[in-house]
């Protein structure tokens, strides 16, 4: 097979970009454009609105069109690295992380994925894993996702600049401390149990016509519940989006459709000139983006208007159960010496409202694909959470209790990485250390290298895990120690004492859930703990079925891997 070759322009409506459309999904690891958001943005509606992403400058353009140059220059240079030769029809019909998988399993955990002269490198090793994103994070940044996601989220944590990053991250690092996370399980609970509601008020109107069971899109309804939560939790505000839908629901979904779409292009389209202006999806974009900003920035001007300042410790020791507002806007806002304009609050905002909403949904999403097939697991489960809960709610401490369900959200992550990539762009020639199973000496990467760090195929790697495509939560209670591995050192638990759920630290970086290293998920434990008592609660009262076949469930991926027509299944109370 030769290396794959760039197909001319072809005369659909990505002509004018020059981009064949065989090749839109390339940059996104999509099998297709459709998403689960489709509807809802579908059904917009159009404002004039006002530019909110930061001036283009000639600066912006010559920093992207050099990173372009440096980029495809590096394609050639990559010295004696494997490199995956694949059919074009490889990248089509299924996402591309399967095709990335298998590729591993051919040319090793550290290879070079070749487009003509442009050439990425795939890293599925957690040697190298843990190298770029711990022992030498400061020499990467996100790259293209970078790109794509500054004119949603601004200096944002996950595309700021250096400078910017480490500024925002001290201060926002601290407002996910052990009190906030506690008074946030009332929040999880609250929100959980309207979900529970709806449900159950569908099943009485079936009964009405002598059916016990119900049908549904789980996937539509985890998205609505992610949505609430994450609304209140950062930044005190209810959407409602369980019972409702709103403008302002309809312009993040719409800004999440275009996030998406945008990740699954090869080419930054939205740069265009008059883009904005001229193609209709970009002017809807703008305008969602302008709703969106206007109620942020409203909530802003509220916190502040009533701020009471306070050093961090103090802010960290509140006693939230006398607190109206415990978002995570409140402390920022009351954070003494963290003073800071409200157009990077409103980017620190939108970013966790964009991180942490679709990615919680899709664990909860996957748990239930994975338990509907294993109906055994999801009793065993259901036998937890009646010994630990009864009928009662679950709380903070419940969760210490609920072992085998903060299995089940492990063991999904590890089958369902959200994302199943990281993205990094080396910013100077770079040696990579020597991985587990490629060249002893590692490589070196030129300044400008794309990087893809495959987290799917480290949580399914043959030589890690057991059984690695099995779903079985059980796994993390008896982990091989695969110390014969050089320079890797095991599974060990002892390595993170109290943590309640395994992560990267145990596993050394064989196991990424929220990645790594300085830029690891500032949000982890709030979406462990969200996942968890959404789980808990669902599975205390209903039973869950598939309603077709688990191959009838087909994958897409933008940022995250979700379904492409819903995860319909029937739900049944538990007697
Ligand atoms: C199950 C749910 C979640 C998953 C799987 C997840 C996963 C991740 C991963 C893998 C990263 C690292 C990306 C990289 O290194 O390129 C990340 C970063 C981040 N996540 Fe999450 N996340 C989740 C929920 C959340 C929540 C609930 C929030 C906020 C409330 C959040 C906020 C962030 C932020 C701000 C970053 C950027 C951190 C930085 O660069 O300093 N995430 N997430």
Redesign the pocket.
């Known amino acids: 097979m030769s290396l794959l070759q760039l197909p001319a322009a072809s005369t659909s409506s990505s002509a004018f970009l020059g981009v064949d459309p065989r090749w839109r999904n390339f940059f996104g690891f999509a099998s297709s454009g459709a998403s689960l958001y489709h509807d809802a943005s579908a059904r917009g509606f159009r404002v004039r609105c006002q530019s909110t992403s930061p001036p283009r400058t000639k600066r912006n353009i010559l920093d992207n069109a050099s990173n372009l140059l440096t980029n495809l220059l590096s394609g050639g240079n990559l010295g004696s690295m494997p490199t995956a030769e694949g059919a074009v029809s490889d990248l089509f019909g299924r996402p591309l992380f399967f095709s990335l998988y298998d590729w591993f399993i051919e040319h090793g955990s550290v290879y070079k994925l070749a487009f003509g002269p442009k050439a990425f490198v795939v890293v599925s090793d957690p040697i190298v894993a843990r190298y770029i994103l711990r022992e030498n994070a400061f020499s990467y940044d996100?790259g293209v996702l970078a790109d794509i996601l500054e004119p949603i989220m601004g200096k944002g944590?996950?595309p700021a600049d250096l400078d910017t990053?480490k500024q925002r991250?001290r201060v926002i690092a601290p407002g996910f401390h052990t009190l906030y996370l506690e008074a946030m399980t009332s929040v999880f609970t609250k929100c959980s149990a309207r979900t529970i509601t709806k449900f159950e008020n569908l099943i009485e109107v079936a009964k009405a016509r002598g059916d016990e069971t119900i049908e549904l899109d789980l996937e539509g309804e985890f998205s609505s519940l992610a949505l609430d939560i994450?609304g209140l939790g950062?930044f005190n505000y209810e959407f409602g989006s369980i019972t409702k839908e709103s403008p302002v629901i309809k312009a993040v979904y719409g800004t999440l459709f275009e996030a998406e779409h945008r990740s699954t292009f090869y080419i930054p389209y939205w740069k265009v000139p008059l883009a904005r202006w001229v193609v209709p999806r970009q002017r809807k974009f703008h305008a969602d983006l302008k709703i969106i900003n206007d109620c942020l920035d409203g909530l802003i001007s509220n916190a502040k208007e009533t701020r009471q300042e306070a050093d961090v410790e103090k802010l960290q020791q509140r006693d939230y159960s006398n607190l109206k507002d415990a978002s995570l806007l409140r402390f920022l806002v009351d954070m003494r010496g963290a003073d800071v304009d409200d157009r990077q609050l409103r980017d620190d905002l939108m970013?966790?409202l964009i991180?942490?909403h679709e990615?919680?949904a899709a664990?909860l999403t996957w748990a239930i694909f994975l338990l509907a097939q294993n109906q055994s697991k999801l009793k065993k489960a259901q036998e937890e959470i009646d010994s630990v809960l009864g009928q009662e709610l679950p709380n903070f401490e419940s969760i210490k209790e609920l072992q085998y369900i903060r299995l089940i959200v492990a063991e999904t992550?590890r089958l369902y990485p959200?994302?199943p990539l990281?993205?990094r762009r080396a910013l100077q020639e770079d040696r990579l250390p020597g991985g587990y199973r490629g060249d002893e000496d590692g490589f070196t990467i030129p300044a400008g290298t794309d990087v893809f760090l495959s987290v799917y195929n480290l949580h399914r790697s043959p030589y890690f895990w057991d059984n690695p495509d099995d779903f079985e939560p059980e796994r993390f209670l008896t982990l091989r120690n695969n110390d014969n591995i050089d320079g890797w050192s095991g599974f060990d638990p002892s390595r993170s004492p109290g943590a309640l759920y395994p992560n990267e630290i145990v596993a050394d970086f064989a196991f990424l859930?929220?990645?790594g290293g300085p830029?690891?998920?500032?949000?982890?434990q709030?979406?462990l703990m969200e996942?968890t008592i959404a789980l808990a609660m669902l599975l205390q009262k209903f039973n869950v079925e598939l309603k077709g076949s688990p191959d009838s469930v087909e994958l897409v991926t933008g940022a995250t891997i979700h379904t492409k027509h819903g995860l319909w299944c029937k739900l049944r109370r538990r007697a």
């Open positions: 996100k944590l996950i990053w991250r994450i950062v970013t966790m991180a942490g990615t919680t664990v992550l959200q994302p990281l993205i859930p929220f990645g830029r690891k998920c500032v949000g982890d709030f979406a996942s």
